[in-house]
């Protein structure tokens, strides 16, 4: 199994509609990110959190919000998706005592019509 | 001026050639200097990392950091097939923001 799973894989829906994507971890490791990849802008950070009770904006955390309901879980909300809300995103763990390793998830693919 | 530029790709070689993959960056706070490697449908992994300037060389891969001109380089040697993948030059400033390149996108041909 994948030490970091991210579900869905991919989400097709309409403006407006409330989205929530899951991030699942067995890494053990306190801090998680969300992140979005677009073609030619690479990845960008939308919040990351070091802890359970630690949230933090990242450099677009507009339109977005995140709860991190244990260690192990992180999951990113879009309230009302727009269509340039559509892209790929993926999310990624950490441990401080590693260096900047990040470990990543395969990614959703999201598309907003 | 943007904080990360990568060469924007996508860049075509034969198996067997030597490939050289360029970003610059514009903040001195960065503290670690980083490649991943992205395949297609996959999640990036972290290929290489270092945190001061020179060469760090792994098997058919180096890494080169000049904090200087604030500009890092990753060559492969002996390019294969299965090195065709998206590389993100990133850096760590400090553990509390990841900042990553756009990547290039490498296919190496049989």
């Known amino acids: 199994d994948a030490d970091v799973t991210q579900t869905p894989r991919n989400r097709i829906t309409k403006t407006g509609k409330r989205i929530m994507l899951e991030c699942s971890q067995t890494?053990?490791?306190?801090?998680m990110y969300w992140y979005r990849q677009d073609p030619g802008l690479g990845l960008r950070l939308i919040y990351y959190s070091f802890d359970v009770k630690d949230i933090n904006k990242g450099e677009i955390s507009d339109g977005y919000s995140v709860s991190r309901q244990a260690q192990a879980k992180f999951s990113l909300s879009l309230e009302s998706a727009i269509p340039n809300q559509t892209a790929l995103y993926f999310c990624?763990?950490?441990?401080?005592?590693?260096?900047?390793?990040?470990?990543f998830g395969d990614g959703t693919r999201l598309s907003i019509l | 001026q943007k904080e990360v530029e990568q060469d924007p790709g996508p860049l075509s070689v034969p198996e067997g050639a030597i490939v050289s993959l360029n970003c610059t960056y514009s903040n001195s706070a960065f503290q670690y200097f980083m490649w991943y490697r992205q395949y297609s449908r996959k999640g990036p992994e972290l290929l290489m990392y270092t945190y001061s300037s020179g060469n760090k060389e792994d098997g058919r891969f180096t890494a080169q950091v000049d904090k200087s001109s604030k500009y890092i380089s990753l060559f492969i040697r002996d390019s294969q097939p299965s090195d065709s993948a998206t590389y993100l030059c990133a850096w760590d400033n400090y553990g509390q923001n990841f900042v990553f390149g756009p990547g290039t996108r490498l296919s190496v041909l049989p």
């Open positions: 890494k053990g490791h306190d801090r």
């Open positions: 990624a763990t950490s441990d401080p005592g590693q260096g900047p390793l990040q470990h």
